[in-house]
């Protein structure tokens, strides 16, 4: 046998039957810079080989013919290879030094062919080898491992004679040259494992991107709803004829955002379907390619722009109650609109920056920035979760200010109150299950005291940060009068209810002409004029 050892040549390529009629024992191509693709049936013809370095090249891929042989592969900064060629042609493979950690999940559970074949053979080899390494060394059997390996066969088959081959008879197995270096103690009874670097870390565990099989489920479930959801209010809204009001603008950004969030689940969710069971090969070209930061830009966008419009909406609510009598206050058109322009701009320029190397994308396999490595990503995470903290804050006191003003029973009848307060501890219920959780271990992370796995942050992932990009459709859109007037009238052009459309449309005009009475009649604001405005603002 020979060492081909073809350091740092010019090669771009190794042909076809390169290695014909040779007995290899080690392929050194380390440091060859330029090399791209080794041939398929590039070992076709030798033997071997055992040993194979491809450290330092260009190879995209391995050959598909030829690895059986291979006991040390050694594929150290080959930034190129991505992807392993299919497990089964790694038989005899005991050391593995690769690039990426993923890869060494492929070689977790994989046993060398000799040890299949021998654990499919011996049932009960268990207690055997029990047995056989309590005998002292001096009674050990030196060269009648063929009578030990016979002695239990003949207890797993004790009727089977001397002439007759027992259905697992190692004479119709093994050859005589096989069993021949075969050692029942060392080979069978202390195998040898598998090693391989680097051994996966923390944040990439060898799992698949959700891990948990019923996350796998529960995703499709939630991403649709989101979609279905927030599509459905972007669409009544935009085509109502009614005149866009401050909270119906309000309203559209907030279901953009949260049908963005969506997006980003069917993004997770898609892409775990396609590499369930092998993400070890798909792992690289996920987390560094362009599909996982569009998908962590979609996120980090959909979750700040979420924030702040549920806060403006807030503030906004707050503001008309407050100020209902006091029409030269009210919030106008033009003044939400740089608002939200301000919002927009600060959700796209804090969703860019891991594009620009502050913290990452990369990481993590469902695309959160969690690199906190360096101390500006370290405070670009403190940033956002601080910022979201102060989101809820500020909605919390708001609806607190509003429960107060409008539970006043000179204002507002009981069951009305009843109905407000009730409403208004679902809006922050929500919204405390969405954020709580997220920003708590997330903290914790942050300052580099994790105080729950990557795997199990998954469960936060699908159960608790899309909660409100579910919940808020249905609670600030769905459930209110309004949107389901707006509702009804469209399915009423497209030939649908056109009698509850037409229920709809008299309402309004029968209220819309009752407060234009009450208004030209009344001298000043009364306290039933004032519990109207209050609820109407709630309701918008």
Same mark, same amino acid.
């Given at each position: 046998s020979i060492s081909s050892k073809l350091y740092k040549n010019g090669f771009e390529d190794i042909h076809s039957h390169a290695f014909n009629g040779t007995k290899l024992n080690q392929l050194i191509l380390k440091d060859n810079k330029n090399l791209r693709r080794i041939h398929n049936d590039a070992l076709r013809g030798a033997t071997g080989p055992d040993v194979l370095d491809i450290s330092s090249t260009a190879l995209e891929s391995l050959p598909s013919y030829g690895l059986e042989a291979i006991q040390v592969l050694n594929a150290t900064s080959s930034y190129s290879l991505k992807r392993l060629p299919p497990l089964d042609k790694f038989r005899s493979l005991l050391e593995a030094v690769l690039t990426y950690p993923s890869h060494c999940c492929a070689f977790r559970n994989?046993?060398?062919?000799?040890?299949?074949?021998?654990?499919?053979?011996?049932?009960?080899?268990?207690?055997?080898?029990?047995?056989?390494?309590?005998?002292?060394?001096?009674?050990?059997?030196?060269?009648?491992?063929?009578?030990?390996?016979?002695?239990?066969?003949?207890?797993?088959?004790?009727?089977?004679?001397?002439?007759?081959?027992?259905?697992?008879?190692?004479?119709?197995? !093994?050859?005589?040259?096989?069993?021949?270096?075969?050692?029942?103690?060392?080979?069978?009874?202390?195998?040898?494992?598998?090693t391989c670097t680097p051994e996966p870390d923390a944040f990439n565990p060898c799992e698949d991107i959700l891990g948990y099989s019923f996350l796998r489920v529960l995703i499709w479930f939630i991403n649709i709803l989101a979609i279905a959801g927030n599509f459905t209010v972007l669409l009544v809204l935009l085509t109502s004829h009614y005149k866009l009001t401050v909270p119906r603008f309000l309203m559209c950004n907030l279901s953009f955002a949260d049908f963005c969030m969506g997006l980003y689940l069917l993004l997770i969710a898609s892409v775990d379907a396609q590499t369930s069971g092998q993400y070890y090969n798909h792992a690289i070209d996920w987390q560094t390619g362009s599909g996982c930061s569009t998908a962590g830009f979609f996120t980090v966008f959909a979750s700040e722009l979420s924030v702040y419009t549920l806060t403006v909406i807030t503030v906004e609510r707050w503001h008309t109650i407050t100020y209902a009598m006091q029409l030269d206050r009210k919030l106008r058109l033009r003044h939400a609109v740089p608002i939200m322009l301000g919002g927009w701009l600060f959700s796209i320029g804090i969703a860019v920056l891991p594009l620009f190397g502050v913290s990452s994308y990369m990481k993590v396999s469902i695309c959160l920035p969690m690199d906190i490595e360096t101390g500006l990503s370290q405070a670009y995470i403190l940033l956002i979760l601080v910022l979201n903290v102060v989101a809820f804050i500020v909605i919390c006191a708001c609806y607190i200010?509003?429960?107060?003003?409008?539970?006043?029973?000179?204002?507002?009848?009981?069951?009305?109150?009843?109905?407000?307060?009730?409403?208004?501890?679902?809006?922050?219920?929500?919204?405390?299950?969405c954020m709580a959780p997220i920003s708590f271990f997330a903290i914790s992370a942050a300052f580099?005291?994790?105080?729950?796995?990557?795997?199990?942050?998954?469960?936060?992932?699908?159960?608790?940060?899309?909660?409100?990009?579910?919940?808020?459709? !249905?609670?600030?859109?769905?459930?209110?009068?309004? !949107?389901?007037?707006?509702?009804?009238?469209?399915?009423?052009?497209?030939?649908?209810?056109?009698?509850?459309?037409?229920?709809?449309?008299?309402?309004?005009?029968?209220?819309?002409?009752?407060?234009?009475?009450?208004?030209?009649?009344?001298? *000043?604001?009364?306290?039933?004029?004032? *519990?109207?405005?209050l609820l109407s603002a709630l309701e918008k």
């Open positions: 994989l046993r060398t062919e000799k040890q299949n074949l021998l654990l499919s053979i011996f049932d009960n080899f268990s207690k055997e080898c029990e047995s056989t390494m309590r005998k002292p060394a001096h009674k050990m059997l030196d060269d009648s491992n063929n009578t030990l390996l016979w002695s239990v066969e003949r207890n797993m088959h004790p009727f089977a004679t001397d002439d007759e081959s027992s259905p697992y008879s190692y004479s119709t197995i !093994f050859d005589d040259s096989e069993m021949a270096g075969f050692d029942f103690e060392y080979d069978f009874c202390q195998p040898k494992v598998l200010k509003i429960y107060i003003a409008v539970q006043n029973p000179e204002l507002v009848a009981a069951n009305k109150d009843t109905k407000v307060a009730k409403r208004m501890a679902i809006l922050i219920f929500t919204d405390f299950t580099k005291v994790p105080l729950i796995t990557v795997t199990n942050s998954k469960i936060l992932l699908v159960l608790f940060y899309p909660v409100n990009s579910c919940a808020n459709p !249905f609670l600030y859109a769905i459930f209110t009068k309004a !949107f389901q007037r707006d509702f009804f009238l469209l399915l009423s052009k497209l030939g649908c209810c056109k009698s509850r459309a037409e229920l709809y449309r008299m309402n309004y005009f029968s209220a819309y002409n009752s407060n234009c009475k009450n208004g030209g009649t009344a001298t *000043a604001p009364s306290k039933a004029s004032q *519990a109207f405005l």
